[in-house]
């Protein structure tokens, strides 16, 4: 159960007169799982559409709760996780504001298979699936781009499978941070940049699939090798093409082993 990302939302038409109705239909349009529609029938979504504000830490549903519709972050973070019978936590994805989440359940017509936790204050829409299934019967073109949507997500957890297979953990911890660096802003060819974890060291050990320890003693270690500086949550990377450079050095390493 991975997440789409943001598209941006295109001008709505019909609805222009800044009501919440307008507002819904904007946020709506922002979907990938929804682009393509037109304003009067994403006008039919916004009245499955219910806005969400919640406390950090807030459940927003436990591993067997029935799913009745999907998510869209719009501000804050939210982990999807599930607690092994040991009583271990595993992360499986970390939602970040734009992106959707549940619908995979929702198709599937079963409960959650993991829980959803806000990491911090957020809010969110909720779609309701019964205006989903409603445009599936009326539009099969919707039906082919919720297949595409779904084999994206399939591509990315094969991905996911492969990089905890075949990756070692300082390849994957400096992998992420690259992808931190991309998110937080455009890509540098070299020189100096600083990036802030957007969550708990924990937290992001458990979406590698390390242990806390793990991921601490590896960032002590590039850290003595000068290729990161750690304050607290925030990064600092004095040159981020070595790190890129030292990156590539490793995955191609392990694939001659």
Same mark, same amino acid.
């Given at each position: 159960?991975?997440?789409?990302?943001?598209?941006?939302?295109?001008?709505?038409?019909?609805?222009?007169?800044?009501?919440?109705?307008?507002?819904?239909?904007?946020?709506?349009?922002?979907?990938?799982?929804?682009?393509?529609?037109?304003?009067?029938?994403?006008?039919?979504?916004?009245?499955?559409?219910?806005?969400?504000?919640?406390?950090?830490?807030?459940?927003?549903?436990?591993?067997?709760?029935?799913?009745?519709?999907?998510?869209?972050?719009?501000?804050?973070?939210?982990?999807?996780?599930?607690?092994?019978?040991?009583?271990?936590?595993?992360?499986?994805?970390?939602?970040?504001?734009?992106?959707?989440?549940?619908?995979?359940?929702?198709?599937?017509?079963?409960?959650?298979? +993991?829980?959803?936790?806000? %990491?911090?204050?957020? @809010?969110?829409?909720?779609?309701?699936?019964?205006?989903?299934? $409603? &445009?599936? /019967?009326?539009?099969?073109?919707?039906?082919?781009?919720?297949?595409?949507?779904?084999?994206?997500?399939?591509?990315?957890?094969?991905?996911? +499978?492969?990089?905890?297979? %075949?990756?070692?953990? @300082?390849?994957?911890?400096?992998?992420?941070?690259?992808?931190? $660096? &991309?998110? /937080?802003?455009?890509?540098?060819?070299?020189?100096?940049?600083?990036?802030?974890?957007?969550?708990?060291?924990?937290?992001?050990?458990?979406?590698?699939?390390?242990?806390?320890?793990?991921?601490? @003693?590896?960032?002590?270690?590039?850290?003595?090798?000068?290729?990161?500086?750690?304050?607290?949550?925030?990064?600092?990377?004095?040159?981020?093409?070595?790190?890129?450079?030292?990156?590539?050095?490793?995955?191609?390493?392990?694939?001659?082993?």
């Amino acid at each position: 159960m991975t997440a789409n990302d943001l598209k941006p939302a295109r001008p709505p038409a019909a609805y222009g007169d800044g009501s919440e109705t307008d507002r819904i239909v904007r946020l709506l349009g922002c979907i990938p799982l929804l682009s393509g529609l037109t304003n009067d029938e994403l006008g039919c979504f916004a009245r499955g559409v219910r806005m969400q504000t919640v406390s950090r830490g807030t459940v927003l549903f436990h591993r067997g709760d029935a799913c009745h519709g999907f998510y869209l972050l719009l501000e804050g973070q939210v982990k999807l996780a599930f607690t092994s019978s040991e009583g271990h936590e595993k992360v499986i994805e970390i939602i970040r504001p734009g992106q959707s989440f549940g619908e995979a359940v929702m198709f599937m017509d079963k409960p959650y298979i +993991v829980m959803a936790q806000a %990491l911090m204050d957020c @809010r969110l829409l909720h779609v309701a699936k019964k205006v989903v299934f $409603e &445009e599936m /019967d009326r539009d099969p073109s919707f039906c082919r781009r919720i297949i595409a949507s779904l084999s994206q997500r399939l591509h990315h957890l094969i991905a996911d +499978v492969e990089t905890y297979s %075949l990756h070692t953990a @300082r390849e994957r911890i400096i992998g992420y941070l690259l992808r931190e $660096e &991309e998110l /937080d802003g455009a890509p540098t060819a070299s020189g100096r940049v600083s990036l802030r974890l957007p969550t708990s060291k924990g937290t992001i050990a458990s979406r590698l699939n390390l242990t806390q320890e793990h991921f601490s @003693r590896i960032l002590h270690e590039l850290a003595e090798s000068g290729l990161i500086v750690v304050e607290g949550r925030t990064i600092h990377i004095p040159n981020i093409e070595k790190l890129r450079v030292t990156h590539t050095h490793y995955k191609a390493a392990t694939v001659e082993h």
